[in-house]
């Protein structure tokens, strides 16, 4: 997390200052679990938790300081030991320190969504934009409302990219990311079936996937999937919203495409692919499991040239992607079988893509599946399941 002082956090924030002994704070803090030896302690409200409520907890965690919207019973007795500001609301100042903190860095931001496949594109952009420049990116899944804040906010202003991952159960979230964000590179890699339960068709949470690209600047550079009807559409509409705005183009089907891939083997333990990236023709072998896998490869070739890699680079690149813990995963067991641990917030789309990449696996032996729960389906949860 990048030192802060009192004074930007007032620029950022308009913040009222109640106290303050300490001017300089090393980081952000939200967890009264840890040490917060000089850190600013936010005291967020959620669905569920209200951290006002361990304001003395923060103090004795050694918070410099703490950022509050309520008053608390202890405030005189803490004024002269650390710092306290308060605002109308803390999340939307924690959000102000984010897009403060990203416009104090040279990076270019780029901006990713998705129904399936976003941390995993993610993962795969930060590794084929670092074999080239240097890149900053959040491990596992800090896509909402405070997560990509806490992103931003542990960017290193000497960072050339900043993957920032944008995840959405409600229409309306991705615009408000987007505006935190501020993204100069944007991409909606695919829509399905997450989160049907809040939208109720396919076609709402296209419109909210969408938010993406309506809502970034006609400067940025947006990337679209050309294989799925509803990110087409996409596309189409962006060009006749900004007829000369910068796009960039991925699929496994049209070769006309900026990023054209196909599979040409698969295996348990990885993916052989072919095409062209920008007429630049090629051949890699990547470590990955499973078909759906294209997808996000083409997703992360693609942002990546939108963040300044040449084609050469962006084949390079390719070979050092890899799925994160419980994605995918190829586990060898003690008893000789090979596992895929495919364990991260299912939903139909991904559980059929997972299926239909198993009966492609010529093995000897048998093929067992462990299921669990899909969430988030609502009334439709009986039928997807079956």
């Known amino acids: 997390m990048r030192a802060i002082s009192l004074q930007q956090i007032q620029e950022a924030t308009r913040a009222q200052v109640i106290s303050q002994p300490n001017q300089n704070f090393v980081g952000i803090?939200?967890?009264?679990?840890?040490?917060?030896?000089?850190?600013?302690?936010?005291?967020?409200?959620?669905?569920?938790?209200?951290?006002?409520?361990?304001?003395?907890?923060?103090v004795e965690q050694n918070a410099a300081g703490i950022l509050i919207h309520e008053g608390f019973e202890q405030i005189e007795k803490f004024k002269d030991k650390i710092t306290i500001l308060k605002v109308n609301d803390t999340l939307k100042a924690?959000?102000?320190?984010?897009?403060?903190a990203r416009r104090q860095s040279r990076a270019k931001v780029i901006g990713i969504t998705g129904s399936n496949g976003k941390t995993t594109t993610k993962e795969f952009t930060a590794a084929i934009v670092g074999s080239a420049k240097s890149v900053h990116y959040n491990e596992g899944s800090f896509n909402n409302h405070w997560g990509v804040p806490f992103t931003l906010l542990q960017l290193d202003p000497g960072k050339d990219v900043a993957v920032v991952e944008m995840g959405m159960n409600h229409a309306g979230e991705i615009i408000e990311l987007v505006k935190i964000a501020e993204p100069d590179v944007v991409v909606c890699t695919m829509v399905g079936r997450a989160h049907i339960e809040h939208f109720g068709t396919i076609e709402k949470i296209a419109e909210a996937k969408e938010e993406i690209y309506?809502?970034?600047?006609?400067?940025?550079?947006?990337?679209?999937?050309?294989d799925t009807d509803q990110t087409h559409l996409m596309f189409m509409r962006a060009r006749e919203r900004n007829?000369?705005?910068?796009?960039?183009?991925?699929?496994?089907?049209n070769p006309e495409a900026d990023v054209f891939?196909?599979?040409?083997?698969?295996?348990?333990?990885?993916?052989?692919?072919?095409?062209t990236i920008k007429n630049i023709k090629g051949q890699v072998r990547v470590t990955?499991?499973?078909?759906?896998?294209?997808?996000?490869?083409?997703?992360?070739?693609?942002v990546a040239l939108g963040a300044g890699l040449n084609p050469d680079e962006v084949w390079k690149g390719l070979e050092k992607c890899r799925t994160n813990w419980g994605r995918n995963q190829l586990v060898h067991l003690k008893s000789g079988a090979q596992l895929i641990f495919d364990a991260y917030n299912a939903n139909p789309?991904?559980?059929?893509?997972?299926?239909?990449n198993i009966k492609l696996l010529k093995n000897p032996g048998k093929k067992i599946g462990v299921f669990g729960e899909l969430l988030e389906m609502g009334e439709f949860a009986g039928d997807l399941h079956k």
């Open 29 to 58: 803090g939200t967890d009264t679990r840890v040490d917060l030896s000089g850190q600013l302690f936010i005291a967020l409200k959620g669905e569920s938790f209200d951290a006002h409520a361990f304001l003395c907890k923060a």
């Open 94 to 100: 924690l959000q102000s320190l984010g897009t403060w």
């Open 214 to 226: 309506i809502t970034a600047s006609k400067q940025s550079t947006q990337v679209f999937n050309l």
């Open 243 to 253: 007829p000369g705005g910068k796009f960039i183009t991925f699929s496994s089907l």
């Open 261 to 275: 891939l196909k599979i040409i083997n698969l295996s348990m333990s990885d993916l052989q692919v072919e095409g």
């Open 288 to 302: 990955v499991f499973g078909s759906q896998n294209l997808t996000n490869l083409m997703a992360a070739a693609a």
């Open 349 to 356: 789309d991904s559980m059929k893509a997972l299926i239909d």
